[in-house]
């Protein structure tokens, strides 16, 4: 008797490309990143560390430590200990047994299988670091001034150092853009003395739940 041709079941991404996504994501850790990091010789104390990258991109630093591996930018004595026994033809179970790590700190420091990653240019690393340096810049600048007459063009300059960064309010994303005296989120205007009233809220213990509130609160970190 014929079998009828199976049908599998449909995908529920058809568009999914995880190869493509896995180097959009190595492509943006090594931008922010910047400066390479190896453990055996000296790093600007000034560059992004892999814990900040993390935060910028909102994902653990186990993954921002692959994503970074991967793209050649990140090596340490037990990254290069843990590739050379899987080059050697160790199973990922006898690098366990050998290094005492767990199963998924191993595969961390293990590099996503190569593809050809479209790793950013000079200009988007510069273009990345500015834009990075400035943010850091803002927030510090703005918690140094808290009590001092300029305190609200300190959080005004952080609204713009932020502009283009994605949020993240529930589970939904979101990123903002500035007009003049006012920022624009999800074509929802807000303007300049909302924003400062919100922040002396939050200042005076207040719990402002809103895209808002989750702007403040990653400025007030």
Request: with cysteine; glycine share 4%; net charge positive.
């Amino acid at each position: 008797m014929k079998h009828k041709n199976r049908v599998g079941r449909p995908r529920l991404k058809p568009d999914y490309d995880r190869t493509s996504e896995i180097e959009d994501l190595i492509f943006t850790a090594v931008s922010l990143f910047n400066i390479p990091y190896d453990d055996r010789q000296p790093r600007d104390d000034d560059a992004p560390s892999l814990n900040e990258v993390a935060e910028e991109m909102e994902i653990t630093t186990v993954k921002t430590r692959k994503l970074l591996i991967s793209g050649g930018v990140y090596s340490t004595e037990l990254s290069r200990k843990v590739q050379e026994m899987e080059k050697a033809g160790m199973r990922i179970e006898e690098i366990v047994e050998k290094t005492r790590l767990k199963q998924s700190s191993v595969y961390s420091y293990l590099p996503y299988l190569k593809g050809a990653y479209k790793l950013p240019d000079p200009t988007l690393y510069a273009e990345q670091t500015r834009r990075f340096r400035a943010r850091k810049k803002a927030v510090a600048e703005l918690k140094d001034r808290h009590g001092y007459p300029n305190e609200m063009d300190c959080l005004w300059n952080c609204v713009i150092a932020f502009e283009g960064y994605r949020f993240v309010y529930g589970v939904e994303p979101f990123k903002y853009t500035v007009n003049e005296s006012s920022i624009l989120i999800h074509n929802k205007k807000i303007d300049r003395e909302t924003i400062e009233k919100a922040y002396k809220a939050v200042l005076g213990g207040k719990l402002v739940s809103s895209e808002l509130g989750c702007i403040l609160k990653r400025f007030m970190q």
